[in-house]
């Protein structure tokens, strides 16, 4: 790890996060992701609990970075050729001080405990900065769905609810998706989790409209990374109509992050998977993004294929932060902007990014970002959107009704907008920058920290 403290920080606090950081990479070893991203907020937040101290009395930020308590189990199960299989799964209960643990899962031959420790970490900033009553968990396992069958993946779902089913509830912890667990992998555990309870609750979200899922949950993260960044750039009277942009990814978020910026008149021009990227420089226009959607969410095919289809250009093996845009959306996964690529993008003319991804910007990137001070949407506020909804079909399943589709996009725009308010209150630097990284960082520190001092030592 390089050295920790930045230069923009007094000495007292550089000192302070270097002391604390060193603590943190002693006690959680071989955890890289997850020191990047309690780095990342610490930056923010040490500063802040120097001013404050009861804070830093309180030890609140070193209690926040150490989780509830993490279950590890293993799923064993049978594939289509009668060969025994075991994975390893985890749930990561970060910290539940505002309200029920709340995250998704994770199915991704990748998936480590420092993956899902960063993960965790950053759902209890996100869930705080929607408003909504929500604590910090992620789980997942290092399960590979792909080229699996829907029998097989029903299988390792249901093995996998019988142990998660003794740790989670309505009240206690409500997973959701996320890479590698969609409308599928739900459903399969959610029916696996009635048969174990007998009981009909709302302990997942993002399930299929038939049974508790709610309206524009699917659409939710996407949207509300496009909702976000439009009220980023309206702090300098500006707007998406017209703009070029770019978008990594091609799963959930990347899609319906792409649907919207369509909608609203924007023009697309990058796509991408693990494999490649497409670039299409007329634009991903409605007929395409049809044709895209199905491709992705029902044939489960590769973004190759995009290429061949309309005839544009396909790069393997490369990320698209190299074509020319005013706005980006990593809508991929961690890691994937790294410093040189943020370099390029600010040299081609980038006006704004917002992470749909989780973290997918290095510590290096952020700082290239921040530095140039260009509008910056991390991911802890830009992609809350998701997790929103989440909130919202848990109210929905609580009352026993449906909201319509106008309704909960109605309140996504609402909370996207609330987050962004939060951003401005603690991130604005008095000199007509928004630094929205510290802006969300702190905004989303505050709320847990207050209820867990109002806890006492707990
Ligand atoms: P999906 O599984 O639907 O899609 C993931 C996409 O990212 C695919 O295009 C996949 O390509 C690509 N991808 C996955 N791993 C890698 C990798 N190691 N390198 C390059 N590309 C990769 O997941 P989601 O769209 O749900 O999630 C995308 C990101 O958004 C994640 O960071 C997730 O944590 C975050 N997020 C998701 C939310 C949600 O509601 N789903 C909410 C908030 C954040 P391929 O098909 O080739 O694997
Ligand atoms: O990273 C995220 O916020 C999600 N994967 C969504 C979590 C949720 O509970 O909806």
């Known amino acids: 790890m390089t050295r920790l403290a930045t230069p ?3 000495s007292a606090a550089g000192e302070k996060l270097d002391r ?6 002693k006690r959680n070893p071989g955890e890289p992701e997850f020191h990047q991203a309690v780095q990342e907020v610490a930056e923010s937040v040490i500063p802040y609990v120097l001013e404050h101290p009861k804070y830093d009395e309180a030890q609140i930020l070193e209690r926040m970075t ?19 299989r075991a994975n390893r799964a985890w749930r990561v209960q970060f910290n539940k001080s505002i309200g029920p643990y709340k995250g998704g899962m994770r199915f991704h031959p990748s998936v480590t405990q420092s993956l899902l420790k960063f993960l965790g970490f950053e759902q209890i900033f996100k869930n705080s900065l929607t408003g909504l009553p929500m604590g910090g968990a992620k789980g997942g396992s290092n399960f590979n769905p792909k080229g699996k069958s829907d029998r097989e993946v029903m299988r390792f779902c249901q093995s996998l609810m ?20 969609g409308a599928r992998e739900i459903g399969y555990m959610f029916g696996q989790y009635m048969r174990l309870t007998n009981r009909f609750t709302g302990v997942l979200t993002g399930k299929g409209l038939a049974f508790g899922g709610s309206l524009v949950r699917k659409e939710a993260t996407g949207y509300g990374a496009v909702y976000f960044m439009r009220n980023m750039l309206e702090l300098k009277g500006e707007g998406i109509d017209g703009r070029t942009v770019t978008v990594s990814g091609s799963g959930n978020v990347a899609l319906y992050c792409i649907e919207k910026l369509i909608e609203l008149g924007a023009k697309v021009v990058t796509a991408s998977d693990s494999a490649g990227f497409i670039h299409d420089p007329d634009g991903i226009d409605a007929h395409k993004f049809a ?17 061949e289809q309309f005839g544009c250009e396909y790069h393997d093996g490369k990320r698209p932060w190299g074509v ?49 001070t260009i509008l910056f949407g991390p991911a802890k506020a830009a992609n809350a959107g998701g997790v929103a909804v989440s909130g919202l079909e848990q109210s929905q399943n609580s009352l026993r009704i449906s909201w319509s589709r106008e309704e909960v ?8 907008k609330g987050i962004h308010e939060k951003c401005v209150q603690f991130g604005d630097d008095g000199n007509g920058y928004v630094n929205h990284v510290r802006g969300a960082n702190i905004g989303g520190f505050v709320k847990v920290a207050d209820a867990m001092l109002a806890y006492g030592i707990v």
Not at 75 to 84: L, Q
Not at 294 to 307: F, Q, T
Request: glycine share 8%; proline share 4%; with cysteine.
């Open 66 to 84: 150490e989780p509830d308590r993490i279950v590890i189990f293993r799923v064993t199960w049978e594939d289509d050729d009668g060969n025994i």
């Open 8 to 10: 923009s920080m007094n």
């Open 409 to 416: 996009d109605r309140r996504l725009k609402d909370i996207m």
């Open 162 to 181: 019988i142990e998660l089913s003794r740790h989670i509830g309505e009240d206690t912890d409500i997973p959701a998706g996320d890479i590698g667990v």
């Open 20 to 25: 604390f950081m060193s603590g943190l990479i």
């Open 291 to 307: 044709w895209l959607k199905d491709l992705k969410e029902i044939r489960r095919g590769r973004i190759s294929e995009y290429a």
């Open 324 to 372: 020319p845009c005013e706005l980006a959306f990593p809508c991929a996964t961690q890691n994937e902007l790294n410093g040189d690529d943020a370099k390029r993008l600010l040299a081609n003319g980038l006006v704004a990014i917002a992470e749909g991804a989780n973290m997918p910007s290095t510590l290096d990137a952020v700082h290239a970002f921040l530095d140039a």
